[in-house]
């Protein structure tokens, strides 16, 4: 005999606030899967006792949404979400808790109430640092300046609907070479964070569909320098934000939501 469905709560608690946080992603834990990250935020909101508010109908789920994800494997200093609260909640004292909950290298940077407009529609553009081996910085050199020569870089990525072939010059928007130094004793976080000398790449690429991401452009520098280069050592994206056109830079996504709450 089938059991009747339950019918939806009418009586759900609504949102009263909305939050926007920045996350990083270091360490091991640069491994964690987009999906698993979504686990361990939603045990955090129960650890720490953050009055999360849920969609209505049969299977309510806690309001919380996602934005701009780094590819597994790489590193970030700059992921984003926004939770919705049934309660009003202070900012700071979220950020604590929730950081408390979640494992270390998982690390929630800040916390602000958002203002208007959608947090998404703000990230256009990521700035990455790419370590590579210090005895790469030659054959990096030279494909760099022959990247850049290029108007047109194709390269291959395979999908869930197989091979998908695409142009990412157009997307990279920035593209440098800094000369390689030794990082020892770099704290986590600096420029590399890693202990041997490291040649950085450093890239902006704004986003699209497919987003461009640190192995695509690693792949174009293959394909038109014809070079073999090493894997790197890491991949850490350092900012996303909206992309300014005139002065080359990525902002802050945040900044507006601060500025809101200052003048309210």
């Not at 089938?2 to 709560?9: F, G, N, V």
């Not at 091979?163 to 590399?192: H, K, M, Q």
């Not at 987003?211 to 792949?219: F, T």
Request: one cysteine or more; hydrophobic letters at 40%; proline letters at 9%.
């Amino acid at each position: 005999m089938s059991r009747t469905p339950k019918p939806p709560d009418r009586n759900t608690p609504p949102t009263v606030q909305r939050l926007r946080f920045r996350y990083a992603k270091r360490g091991r834990l640069r491994f964690t899967s987009h999906r698993d990250f979504q686990r361990a935020l939603e045990r955090a909101v129960r650890r720490a006792g953050v009055p999360i508010a849920y969609s209505a109908g049969f299977s309510p789920h806690p309001k919380i949404s996602y934005a701009g994800a780094a590819p597994t494997g790489a590193a970030s200093e700059a992921e984003y979400a926004e939770l919705g609260v049934a309660v009003r909640c202070d900012p700071q004292a979220l950020r604590a808790g929730l950081d408390a909950a979640l494992p270390d290298g998982l690390d929630v940077l800040e916390v602000v109430e958002a203002g208007s407009g959608a947090l998404a529609d703000r990230l256009q553009a990521s700035f990455w640092e790419i370590a590579c081996p210090v005895e790469a910085a030659g054959d990096l050199a030279s494909a760099v300046e022959a990247f850049l020569a290029r108007d047109v870089v194709e390269v291959e990525r395979l999908t869930k609907n197989g091979l998908r072939v695409f142009d990412i010059r157009d997307a990279v928007r920035r593209l440098d070479l800094t000369r390689p130094e030794p990082a020892a004793g770099a704290p986590s976080g600096g420029t590399t964070d890693l202990s041997i000398p490291c040649a950085i790449l450093q890239v902006v690429v704004r986003h699209g569909t497919p987003a461009v991401r640190p192995d695509d452009v690693l792949a174009g520098l293959r394909l038109a320098s014809g070079l073999e280069l090493p894997p790197p050592h890491r991949m850490t994206r350092r900012s996303q934000g909206p992309w300014d056109e005139e002065s080359g830079t990525v902002g802050d996504p945040l900044a507006p939501d601060r500025d809101a709450s200052v003048t309210s």
